[in-house]
């Protein structure tokens, strides 16, 4: 991936980067096979460590065996307490973007360990919590590929989405044009059908659905209606630009 921009290897966008959390992790190999033929080809793998957060999820092991079956990108979420010291463990497993949060690295140790992951030929991404403010991460933005915004409290999937956060989309949208920078915004908590063309239409480019997609039962059916969405919003968004 040297030489290409996370945009460039991920475009069109909008897209959504699809969270197997709460799928049936028994059966990842069949679950992604599914995504796959709706058109699904980003997939958002949460890593907890019980510490960061309290609750855990699965390893590098479950993200290098899962790397066989699939040629889906793979976005990977660390909300652990020790980024710095892990993340190449992820990246041996077959991550193509890394996200580490903010409140979990020792401020003077940030630049380092961004400049370290993309050595590594991955992309590499910022995530914040509700309670951290966007003034906080402005001086990673040129360096970083993409920048999360949780916006429920990270740990748990289900959760309803914390409306008060999404003005840090907009904020973010503003400094990326301001500032003439590339990097993507995304966006993780409580996004669903019922929000998500509001989210969109803020600025995130790759918002992140997991819970609205695996609660029902044809979770197939809920990825393709996700997936045709955004491919409607990339057609509508080019022919407002272009046509």
Not at 35 to 51: K, P, S, V
Not at 77 to 99: E, F, Q, R, S
Request: some cysteine; aromatic content about 10%; proline content about 4%.
């Amino acid at each position: 991936m040297k030489n290409k921009t996370l945009r460039r290897v991920l475009s069109p966008l909008p897209k959504i980067s699809v969270s197997i959390l709460n799928s049936d992790l028994t059966n990842l190999k069949e679950v992604v096979k599914k995504l796959e033929q709706t058109g699904i080809t980003i997939l958002h793998l949460d890593i907890m460590d019980g510490n960061f957060v309290p609750n855990l999820t699965f390893g590098p092991p479950v993200i290098k065996l899962l790397r066989n079956y699939t040629k889906c990108f793979f976005d990977v979420h660390l909300m652990v307490k020790n980024p710095d010291t892990t993340y190449l463990w992820y990246i041996n497993a077959g991550a193509d973007l890394v996200v580490f949060h903010y409140e979990a690295v020792n401020k003077k140790n940030i630049v380092g360990l961004i400049k370290d992951i993309k050595k590594h030929g991955v992309f590499c991404g910022i995530s914040i919590k509700p309670k951290t403010k966007v003034e906080e991460i402005l001086p990673y933005l040129e360096l970083l590929d993409l920048v999360l915004v949780m916006t429920v409290e990270p740990g748990f999937g289900g959760q309803k989405i914390l409306s008060e956060c999404l003005y840090k989309i907009q904020e973010l949208s503003k400094i990326r044009q301001q500032k003439n920078l590339d990097f993507i915004i995304s966006c993780d908590g409580g996004v669903n059908e019922n929000n998500i063309v509001e989210i969109i239409n803020l600025g995130c480019e790759l918002p992140v659905v997991g819970n609205a997609i695996f609660a029902n039962k044809n979770f197939v059916e809920k990825a393709k209606m996700f997936y045709l969405l955004t491919k409607r919003l990339r057609f509508s968004k080019y022919k407002n630009n272009y046509g």
